[in-house]
């Protein structure tokens, strides 16, 4: 079965630094897809970003950028320009391209904390 | 566009009573899933629904939960009886059909379930 393991329970950045959060996932298959999910005080996961293991180039989205090296299986999350709104629990996540029917395999979360 | 729907946002129960939450996907949306989230930890899947047939009930312990989703829309998760640790929040997420590359997924706030 697919693990993903994030190290760092917390972590905190101060306003407008930057940070990065890592994670590292065990798989034996070749093609899948990896996420970033935050997840707000409200509970309701929220879609960061994500990245196609097939593709080479990093994923971005405005200020989220992703480092993904396959053959280390490490998939880091960096946040530039950190905000008081990017507070949360962040969910690194697993999910396979072949297998239909297949689930999210997710972290045990790292907790951000942004001080003003 | 109405997101995923669910209640009730907390329920506080004692060990062996039995406690139901329900869900309501977004319109349209094939497949539903429940997820189970310990503290401390990531979500991981309880079940899966596409349409009103199970595609993934590898996780759910059936000898004290169950779900249904009789018409293809809302669905209902239970617990009966329910222990100390089944303590957790439990979350909806629901997509067009299952895409892999998690695009139009989307999660509900979830139930926080306490049992004392």
């Known amino acids: 079965a697919q693990t993903v393991t994030q190290s760092q329970p917390e972590m905190s950045v101060q306003e407008a630094e930057t940070v990065t959060l890592s994670c590292t996932y065990d798989?034996?298959?070749?093609?899948?897809?990896l996420f970033w999910y935050k997840q707000p005080p409200s509970r309701q996961m929220i879609l960061v970003i994500r990245?196609?293991?097939?593709?080479?180039q990093n994923a971005t989205e405005n200020r989220f950028s992703v480092n993904f090296q396959k053959a280390a299986k490490s998939f880091s999350l960096k946040i530039s320009d950190s905000q008081l709104g990017d507070a949360a629990m962040y969910f690194c996540?697993?999910?396979?391209?072949?297998?239909?029917?297949?689930?999210?395999?997710f972290g045990t979360g790292t907790s951000l904390t942004v001080i003003p | 566009e109405a997101g995923v729907a669910q209640s009730p946002r907390y329920k506080i129960i004692e060990k062996r009573q039995s406690v139901a939450f329900w869900c309501n996907p977004i319109?349209?949306?094939?497949?539903l899933y429940w997820y189970q989230q310990i503290l401390g930890q990531g979500p991981k899947l309880l079940i899966q629904?596409?349409?009103?047939?199970?595609?993934?009930d590898s996780q759910l312990p059936k000898d004290r939960f169950s779900a249904e989703r009789l018409k293809g829309v809302d669905s209902t998760l239970k617990i009966q009886p329910a222990k100390l640790e089944d303590s957790a929040v439990y979350l909806c997420?629901?997509?067009?059909?299952?895409?892999?590359?998690?695009?139009?997924?989307?999660f509900g706030s979830g139930t926080r379930l306490t049992v004392v």
């Open positions: 798989t034996s298959e070749s093609d899948y897809y």
């Open positions: 997420a629901s997509s067009a059909k299952d895409l892999r590359d998690g695009n139009g997924y989307t």
């Open positions: 629904f596409q349409n009103n047939g199970v595609v993934d």
């Open positions: 996540a697993y999910r396979s391209y072949v297998n239909t029917g297949n689930q999210f395999y």
């Open positions: 990245q196609e293991a097939y593709k080479q």
């Open positions: 319109s349209g949306h094939a497949t």
